[in-house]
């Protein structure tokens, strides 16, 4: 079972790719050989996990004494 950063249904993005780099708000494409916007795409995207960024998860602070209890 492969994880879920390696899903290969990944929507493609020019963010996520291989061959796209960070510019600030947007994206240079060495394979489309231009500035694009992160949630653009094309023909070329190849999925790139470590440029993921996962989703922040928010946990309750607010636990009681009977939380603990068996």
């Known amino acids: 079972m492969a ?6 249904q990944t929507e493609p993005q020019c963010a996520l790719c291989e061959y796209g780099v960070a510019s600030g708000e947007s994206v ?3 394979k489309a050989g ?3 916007t992160p949630y653009s795409k094309c023909r070329k995207f190849k ?3 470590l ?4 989703k922040v998860i ?3 602070k607010d636990f009681s004494k009977e ?3 068996l």
Request: contains cysteine.
């Open 28 to 30: 240079v494409c060495r």
């Open 3 to 8: 994880l879920k950063i390696f899903n290969k």
């Open 47 to 49: 999925y790139d996990p």
């Open 51 to 54: 440029k993921r960024e996962p």
């Open 58 to 60: 928010s946990v309750s």
């Open 34 to 36: 231009g500035v694009m």
């Open 67 to 69: 939380d603990f209890e």
